[in-house]
């Protein structure tokens, strides 16, 4: 089933008077604010539901860990930099967080805005029914999201279709900010649980997660678990994401994920002109092979000079 997607959302498309002018009770009980679950996804490690807010009459998103890995400590502490991550960073293609807490059996959860839509993943898979323009205009969002996220010291590191959500009404968000690299201060090294310049814990994170699914996406030095990784990881990415759409086709190859990997640290991609039987604008092939560039100094180097790229009539070339 699609990430995110509500299978009660019809329900949600007009407000009624009952809901928005009932009393709030007198004494709050915290642990019957969420109510009427339905199942929305299961991930490899988490599972992610639609509920109703009694507090505030809306539905919302509620993830958790599945009862397997609730009392795993890497996963934990998965869930909680993403539901801070996104939380701080407020930004339209960032989905809101709304509560951070603990369910009667004090296991970790979050809640978030409820967007419904569909992955990326799932409208690359139907690719003919969009023109370029169309899905541009996702990926110059993911940009733009990414761009913000890098200026705030926050850099995804999971950047791939099934992370991007779009929705019925022009919206497009990132998800999944568990992989997430944050900038750390001298003063933050005391009290940190974890620290992102031990590549052990790198990798179990990173292991963690959907590593087949992922490493087509991934860059050759988050590949070769590098402590140095900076925005242009996240470049790399969507330049990954970039090649997809114009070419239909993963910029790695491979069968195995020995083979995708040799591939993303040492294969040069093919121009997506020589894979495509339709047109591809100049513009658009060159940022992409830019930012697919193995070494990261030879990248475009920020996304800012993505968007910038972006803002040119890449229609006209």
């Given at each position: 089933?699609?990430?995110y997607?509500?299978?009660?959302?019809?329900?949600?498309?007009?407000?009624?008077l009952?809901?928005?002018?009932?009393?709030?009770a007198?004494?709050l009980?915290?642990n019957f604010?969420y109510?009427?679950?339905?199942?929305?996804?299961?991930?490899?490690?988490?599972?992610?539901?639609?509920?109703?807010d009694?507090?505030?009459?809306?539905?919302?998103c509620?993830?958790?860990?599945r009862q397997?890995f609730?009392?795993?400590?890497v996963?934990?502490?998965r869930?909680?930099?993403e539901?801070r991550?996104?939380?701080?960073?407020?930004?339209?293609?960032i989905?809101?967080?709304?509560?951070?807490?603990?369910?009667?059996?004090?296991?970790?959860y979050f809640?978030?805005k409820?967007?419904?839509?569909?992955?990326?993943?799932?409208?690359?898979d139907?690719?003919e029914?969009?023109?370029?323009t169309?899905l541009?205009?996702?990926?110059?969002?993911?940009?733009q999201?990414l761009?913000?996220?890098?200026?705030?010291?926050?850099?995804?590191?999971?950047?791939?279709p099934?992370?991007?959500?779009?929705?019925?009404?022009?919206e497009?968000?990132?998800l999944?900010?568990?992989?997430?690299?944050?900038?750390?201060?001298?003063e933050?090294d005391?009290?940190?649980?974890?620290?992102?310049?031990?590549?052990?814990l790198?990798?179990s994170?990173?292991?963690?997660?959907d590593?087949?699914?992922t490493?087509?996406?991934i860059?050759?030095?988050?590949l070769e678990?590098?402590?140095?990784i900076?925005n242009?990881?996240?470049?790399y990415?969507f330049?990954a994401?970039?090649?997809?759409?114009?070419?239909g086709?993963n910029?790695?190859?491979?069968?195995?994920?020995?083979?995708l990997?040799?591939?993303?640290r040492f294969?040069s991609?093919?121009k997506?002109?020589?894979l495509s039987?339709l047109?591809?604008?100049a513009l658009?092939?060159d940022l992409?092979l830019?930012?697919l560039?193995?070494?990261?100094?030879?990248?475009?180097?920020?996304?800012?000079?993505?968007?910038r790229?972006?803002?040119?009539?890449?229609?006209?070339?």
């Amino acid at each position: 089933m699609p990430k995110y997607r509500d299978v009660n959302q019809s329900s949600d498309l007009r407000i009624d008077l009952k809901d928005t002018d009932r009393p709030l009770a007198e004494t709050l009980n915290p642990n019957f604010r969420y109510a009427l679950f339905s199942p929305i996804a299961k991930g490899g490690k988490s599972l992610i539901q639609s509920c109703t807010d009694m507090y505030l009459s809306r539905r919302v998103c509620y993830k958790s860990l599945r009862q397997e890995f609730a009392s795993d400590s890497v996963e934990q502490r998965r869930l909680l930099r993403e539901a801070r991550v996104t939380a701080i960073l407020q930004h339209p293609n960032i989905v809101p967080t709304y509560d951070l807490g603990r369910d009667t059996r004090g296991h970790y959860y979050f809640t978030m805005k409820l967007v419904h839509g569909y992955t990326l993943r799932e409208v690359l898979d139907y690719r003919e029914r969009y023109d370029l323009t169309q899905l541009m205009n996702v990926v110059e969002q993911v940009a733009q999201a990414l761009s913000y996220a890098h200026a705030k010291g926050v850099i995804h590191r999971d950047v791939k279709p099934e992370n991007v959500l779009v929705g019925p009404f022009g919206e497009v968000v990132i998800l999944d900010w568990g992989l997430a690299k944050v900038w750390q201060s001298a003063e933050a090294d005391e009290v940190s649980t974890s620290s992102d310049l031990n590549p052990e814990l790198d990798v179990s994170m990173t292991h963690h997660g959907d590593v087949q699914g992922t490493i087509s996406y991934i860059s050759p030095e988050q590949l070769e678990n590098h402590t140095d990784i900076d925005n242009r990881a996240d470049v790399y990415s969507f330049g990954a994401l970039l090649y997809e759409i114009l070419t239909g086709r993963n910029a790695a190859t491979g069968e195995t994920m020995a083979e995708l990997a040799h591939s993303v640290r040492f294969d040069s991609p093919a121009k997506p002109s020589s894979l495509s039987r339709l047109k591809i604008p100049a513009l658009l092939e060159d940022l992409t092979l830019k930012c697919l560039e193995k070494k990261a100094d030879q990248r475009v180097q920020s996304m800012d000079e993505v968007l910038r790229i972006l803002a040119q009539n890449w229609q006209m070339t």
